[in-house]
Nanobody, 126 residues
């Protein structure tokens, strides 16, 4: 079983940047698709970004495309999310997750991920 721990959240002004990290332990994540999700108060958890195990191809939701960058360092069992030009709408708890299944195709579906971190709060003040 893999354990995922997010860090790097905090309070930032609109237009600012943050870098979230997700450290995995217990199992290697190199052969798994990884994703970042977020959940704002009163809303459902939504897909933010994903990165393929196969070739590092990245995927983003429309609201964050061009502002967020997901990356991975398999040797360190680490996944990161660089967030630029933050807006108040980005305020949420951000979760790192590992997709179910070894060497499977990417997916934005929340139910396709079976390992989750505890989340890190990102608050953007306007």
């Amino acid at each position: 079983q893999v354990q995922l721990v997010e860090s790097g959240g905090g309070l930032v002004q609109a237009g600012g940047s943050l870098r979230l990290s997700c450290a995995a332990s217990g199992r290697t994540i190199s052969s798994y698709h990884m994703g970042w999700f977020r959940q704002a108060p009163g809303k459902e958890r939504e897909f933010v970004a994903g990165i393929s195990w196969r070739d590092g191809q990245t995927y983003y939701s429309d609201p964050v495309k061009g502002r967020f960058t997901i990356s991975r360092e398999n040797g360190k069992n680490l996944v990161s999310l660089r967030m630029n030009s933050l807006q108040s709408e980005d305020t949420a708890v951000y979760y790192c997750a590992r997709k179910r299944g070894w060497r499977t195709d990417p997916s934005p579906g929340t139910n396709d991920y079976d390992s989750w971190g505890q989340g890190t709060q990102v608050t953007v003040s306007s």
